[in-house]
């Protein structure tokens, strides 16, 4: 099992460039996250989904869409970039979405906006 | 509405010396309670967690964590650490929302720096 992988590793972007985060999970899990982590801040929560067709916004949405269309798959597309996107972003899975269960990280992408 | 607070941004400690990284929550019902570990330049994974029962939990390489509940807190320990323990510790909450997805609430992290 490769886990949750993602792609690019790094990416520098101009302001007002777009771009696709792709993430993929071979676990057959329902349940797919995307989160931001900045400096001293932890992680915030973009977009989850719980299952193929269903996305659901989290603490911090704006400036990024989202889209599942199989189990496997939760690419987080950023239309205009802003500088105030710069940051890494980490996708993450689980198998059921009730609470105790352990979310699987992927390596993350390394995002700077210029 | 749940947060949590991790007080120490940075822990600095030599090799084979005990460790004690803090983590208090705030929730007004039960929650369920993990401590996840990024090692440099990787995604985060679970080191171990709390959902009920024993409020000691340990993991596989040496931590434990032990909630309580009238002080809010979820404090991992070691008693011996090793270089290879250097990482940044995250502690983070949930609970089930009754039909809606749980969702993770982390704290700040707080990293942990072993010297030889």
């Known amino acids: 099992n490769a886990g949750v992988t993602q792609t690019p590793k790094f990416r520098i972007l101009k302001i007002g460039q777009s771009m696709t985060l792709q993430c993929t999970q071979d676990m057959n899990h329902n349940y797919m996250y995307w989160y931001r982590q900045d400096p001293g801040m932890g992680l915030k929560l973009i977009y989850y989904s719980v299952g193929a067709g269903i996305t659901d916004k989290g603490e911090v949405p704006n400036g990024y869409n989202v889209s599942r269309s199989t189990t496997e798959d939760f690419p987080l597309r950023l239309e205009l970039a802003a500088p105030s996107q710069t940051s890494v972003y980490f996708c993450?899975?689980?198998?059921?979405?009730?609470?105790?269960?352990?979310?699987?990280f992927g390596p993350g992408t390394r995002l700077t906006v210029l | 509405a749940q947060s949590v607070t991790q007080l120490d941004s940075q822990v600095p400690v030599f090799e084979e010396a005990p460790v004690e990284l803090r983590c208090n929550y705030s929730?007004?019902?039960?929650?369920?309670l993990f401590w996840y570990v990024q090692y440099p330049n990787q995604g985060l994974q679970l080191l171990l967690k709390y959902l009920s029962g024993s409020t000691l939990v340990e993991s596989i390489n040496g931590f434990e964590a032990e909630f309580n509940k009238s002080q809010t807190s979820f404090h991992l320990r070691k008693p011996s650490v090793h270089i290879s323990d250097t990482a940044e510790y995250f502690c983070?909450?949930?609970?089930?929302?009754?039909?809606?997805?749980?969702?993770?609430?982390f704290g700040t992290g707080t990293l942990l720096a072993v010297q030889p």
């Open positions: 993450a899975s689980s198998q059921t979405g009730t609470g105790g269960e352990e979310q699987f």
């Open positions: 983070a909450v949930s609970r089930f929302y009754g039909g809606a997805t749980n969702k993770l609430i």
């Open positions: 929730s007004s019902v039960s929650v369920y």
